[in-house]
Every structure is written in structure tokens, then in C-alpha cells.
């Protein structure tokens, strides 16, 4: 049973351009969440979604952050027109449902550098 | 959810125990505790949780007290390979399960 898979594990863009970063969750589980880390921070929850449906967006920025987890392939998290401030590591979690004793298992994330 | 709170940093001698605390002085009935590391930037790494008995596996034990407002994590061997950054997070399953990192506690294993 595979892990959690992200890709790219480490992705360079130019300000203004897009940055799509993929989440493939463990089989088997269809919750999926995205935190993001800053250099010498610990992580922030961003969003939180199940198949089709974004369920809590509550850390994710208003503008220029989107995140999707379609019915079938991977969860996308979303950043148009980048900033240097979007330079993070971007990771990505799975579980299999919201009970109280499941715990969420994360990739090994993807570094998004902006130059 | 509560919140935690944790010595920014420990030392440990390798072959030794490693008493990880962590303070959860405001968690409810409901909210377990959880405990992960992240080694090095690497994506975080699961360790143990509980509600209020004490717990163990492979990887270490989870020690909470009586009345739920501490805990403590400890890893009965520690090893090179444990140096990273702990972190104890409280979490209430109703909450969408979205967790809230603090900081952790930086544990450097030294030979």
C-alpha cells in the first residue's frame, strides 16, 4: 500500500506564473488535507476536502488559492499569479474517515521555491 | 481545540530514554491526544495518539496523566535517527480533524 504521494517534490516558478501541486492520497482514503510550512515555522492548516467537496477552506488565502479533489485522480492544490511570500513547503495529508481513532498520514510534500 | 505547550528544545543520549512533555491544561473530554515528528523537513511522521489511558506501540509510549492536562512521549530507545521535531497536538474529531501545529519540541539524539 503506497503512501501518500505528492508531486512535484520540489517546484521553481517565476512570480506571476501558476503553481499546481498534486496529492495522490493512500488508497482506501478519501479525506484530504493541505497544510503549509514556512522556513523554520511549523505547519498551517489550509483545507480540508473529501471526493468532490471542499469541506473547511478556512486557512486556505481568499485570492489566487484554489484546491480540488475530484472523483477520480489526484487532490490539485491550486496557486495562480505566485509571490515570493507562496515560497513553502506545501504538504499534503489522508485518512480514511473523520472517526475519533484514525490518524492522517502526510506526504513527503512539495518545496515551492518562487524567484 | 486546546491548546499545547512545549519545551522549544531537549537533548537525549543515544541509547537513552527520551521524556518528551507536553502541557494540554484546557483539553476537554472529548479531544485526544496525538503525536507526530517531522525529521528534517520531511513530511511529518505519525507517532502515537490517546484519549486518556496510556498507550503504546512500536515506535514509543504515550503517558497522560489522570486528570488529562499533560502528557508525555517517550521513546524507551532513542537512536540517531530520532533527532527531529515533536510535536503534541490535541484534537477533536468534530473539528473537521484539522490539526493545529505549535512548534514542537527539537530533540537532538547525541551519540
Known amino acids: 500500500n503506497a503512501g501518500v504521494m505528492q508531486n512535484p517534490r520540489h517546484l521553481v516558478r517565476r512570480r506571476g506564473q501558476e503553481a499546481r501541486l498534486r496529492c495522490s492520497p493512500m488508497?482506501?482514503?478519501?479525506?484530504v488535507y493541505w497544510y503549509r510550512q514556512l522556513p523554520e515555522e511549523g505547519l498551517k492548516f489550509m483545507v480540508y476536502?473529501?471526493?468532490?467537496?471542499?469541506?473547511?477552506e478556512s486557512g486556505m488565502p481568499k485570492e489566487r488559492f484554489s484546491a480540488e479533489f475530484p472523483k477520480e485522480g489526484p487532490s490539485i492544490l491550486r496557486i495562480q499569479q505566485v509571490v515570493r511570500g507562496d515560497s513553502a513547503a506545501y504538504f499534503c495529508?489522508?485518512?480514511?474517515?473523520?472517526?475519533?481513532?484514525?490518524?492522517?498520514?502526510f506526504g513527503q510534500g512539495t518545496r515551492l521555491t518562487v524567484v | 481545540d486546546a491548546k499545547t505547550t512545549q519545551p522549544p528544545s531537549m537533548d537525549c543520549a543515544e541509547g537513552r530514554a527520551a521524556n518528551l512533555p507536553c502541557n494540554h491544561s484546557t483539553i476537554s473530554g472529548n479531544e485526544y491526544v496525538y503525536w507526530y515528528r517531522q525529521i528534517h523537513s520531511q513530511g511529518p511522521q505519525y507517532i502515537i495518539h490517546g484519549l486518556k489511558n496510556n498507550e503504546t506501540n512500536e515506535m514509543a509510549s504515550l503517558i497522560i496523566t489522570e486528570d488529562r492536562k499533560s502528557s508525555t512521549l517517550i521513546l524507551p530507545h532513542a537512536t540517531l535517527r530520532d533527532t527531529a521535531v515533536y510535536y503534541c497536538?490535541?484534537?477533536?474529531?468534530?473539528?473537521?480533524?484539522?490539526?493545529?501545529w505549535g512548534l514542537g519540541t527539537s530533540l537532538a539524539v547525541n551519540p
Open positions: 476536502l473529501q471526493k468532490e467537496n471542499i469541506i473547511d
Open positions: 495529508a489522508s485518512s480514511p474517515r473523520t472517526g475519533d481513532n484514525t490518524e492522517a498520514f
Open positions: 488508497k482506501g482514503h478519501s479525506h
Open positions: 497536538i490535541v484534537l477533536n474529531a468534530g473539528n473537521n480533524r484539522k490539526l493545529i
